[in-house]
């Protein structure tokens, strides 16, 4: 079914949520793919919500290089529910339209990836030395083998 918006406030695209159980520590990935289309320079923008809470850093901007395009792209949220109380929230991909006169969606899809985070996330370091976030964490001795 085709979706029009002329909204400039962002809100819950029609379809495009789901409610699931958060474990602790988990991390999140929504695979949104969608055919869309815009008119007279419109870009439609798109943001990640989770149990009512927009998430930080997840606006993405969709722009139609013709009348209609299709794009897929991926939203992500880390370390949710760090004190694993029993969590069940909605997941939600909210829309609007930035600039130009109309945006729309026609065919679309919304795919939830849950990971349970048991160890620690190498891949955001912890807070050492001042809050430096650039330091990689490293404990004892490492062997490095280079070629």
């Known amino acids: ?6 909204e400039t406030d962002f809100k819950l695209m029609p379809d495009m949520s ?19 289309w815009t008119k007279n320079g419109a870009e439609l923008q798109l943001q990640l919500v989770i149990g009512g809470t ?10 139609a290089e013709s009348e209609t395009d299709v794009h897929s792209y ?10 694993g109380n029993i969590l069940l929230a909605p997941i939600e991909i909210h829309w609007r339209r930035q600039g130009g006169d109309e945006v729309g969606v026609a065919d679309r899809a919304m795919n939830l ?9 190498l891949s955001s370091p912890p807070n050492l030395g001042r809050g430096s976030k650039m330091i990689e964490p ?3 001795v490492r062997n490095l083998f280079t070629i």
Do not use: C, W, Y
């Not at 699931?20 to 999140?28: E, G, H, K, L, V």
């Not at 927009?54 to 722009?63: F, I, K, Q, R, S």
């Not at 991926?74 to 004190?83: D, G, R, T, V």
């Not at 990971?115 to 996330?121: A, E, F, N, S």
């Open 138 to 140: 490293q404990f004892g």
């Open 54 to 63: 927009p998430v930080e850093g997840t606006v993405v901007e969709l722009t």
């Open 1 to 6: 079914m085709d979706e029009r918006d002329t």
């Open 74 to 83: 991926i939203l992500s949220a880390k370390h949710l529910n760090p004190e």
């Open 113 to 121: 990836l849950l990971k349970t985070g048991d160890v620690p996330d």
């Open 18 to 36: 789901m409610t699931t159980s958060i474990p602790r520590n988990a991390d999140i990935a929504v695979q949104f793919n969608a055919e869309m």
